[in-house]
C-alpha cells in the first residue's frame, strides 16, 4: 500500500491529480455553422436598420432646412386650385365649410363637429418642394368609430375630394405629410 508524501505545509498530498473533465469546450461543425449564419443575420439587420435610420435623419434634415416661406406660397397655391377646380357651382354654393386647415409635415387638426345626419367631404391638396421627387400625404379620421386612413397618397402633388359617412359629431384630422397640405371639411345644408 502506497502512502501519501507530506506537503512541506504539512497537509498530506494526493498519490495523483485530480481526474476532472478537462475537455476543452468544442463545438460540432454543424453547431459552428449555425452560429456563424446567426451572427452573419444579425449583422445584416444591424446594418439595414442603420441604413434605414439614415435615410430618415436626411429626410427630416432636408425637411427641416425647407424656407418657410416657400411652404407659405405653395399652401396658398394649393388652396386656390381647390376652388378653381370645382366644376358644379350649385353644389359648391349648398355645402357648408366646417372647416379648413393647411399645414407642412406631420400634425393633428383641432376638433371640429359635423352634423351626424349627413355625410361630410374632405377634399384634400398637397404639394411637395421641388427637391422632393415623392412626397406623401396621409388622413386620417381620428375617432372612435374610423378604421384605417381616409386618404393615402404619394408623388410630386395632387388633390381631390373623398366623402366620408357620419360616424358621430366629433371629429379632428390626424395628418402624416412629407410636404405642404391644405384641407377643407364640408357637408351639405
Known amino acids: 500500500m502506497r502512502t501519501s508524501f507530506p506537503d512541506p505545509d504539512g497537509w498530506p498530498r494526493p498519490l495523483r491529480a485530480p481526474q476532472h473533465a478537462a475537455v476543452p469546450f468544442a463545438l460540432s461543425m454543424h453547431t459552428r455553422q449555425q452560429v456563424h449564419r446567426a451572427l452573419r443575420l444579425f449583422v445584416a439587420g444591424g446594418t439595414w436598420a442603420a441604413g434605414l435610420c439614415l435615410v430618415i435623419g436626411v429626410i427630416v434634415l432636408v425637411i427641416s432646412t425647407a424656407s418657410p416661406s416657400r411652404l407659405d406660397q405653395a399652401a396658398a397655391t394649393s388652396s386656390t386650385g381647390l376652388k378653381a377646380d370645382r366644376t358644379d357651382a350649385a353644389a359648391a354654393r349648398a355645402r357648408h365649410v366646417i372647416g379648413a386647415f393647411a399645414g407642412y409635415g406631420d400634425r393633428s387638426t383641432r376638433s371640429f363637429r359635423i352634423d351626424d345626419a349627413r355625410p361630410w367631404l374632405l377634399q384634400w391638396a398637397y404639394t411637395c418642394p421641388a427637391r422632393l421627387h415623392a412626397g406623401l400625404l396621409v388622413v386620417e379620421v381620428a375617432n372612435p368609430g374610423a378604421v384605417g386612413a381616409t386618404v393615402s397618397q404619394s408623388g ?34
Open 156 to 189: 410630386a402633388g395632387g388633390r381631390g375630394a373623398t366623402p366620408i359617412n357620419p360616424d358621430g359629431p366629433s371629429h379632428h384630422l390626424v395628418v402624416i405629410s412629407t410636404c405642404s397640405w391644405t384641407l377643407k371639411v364640408t357637408q351639405t345644408r
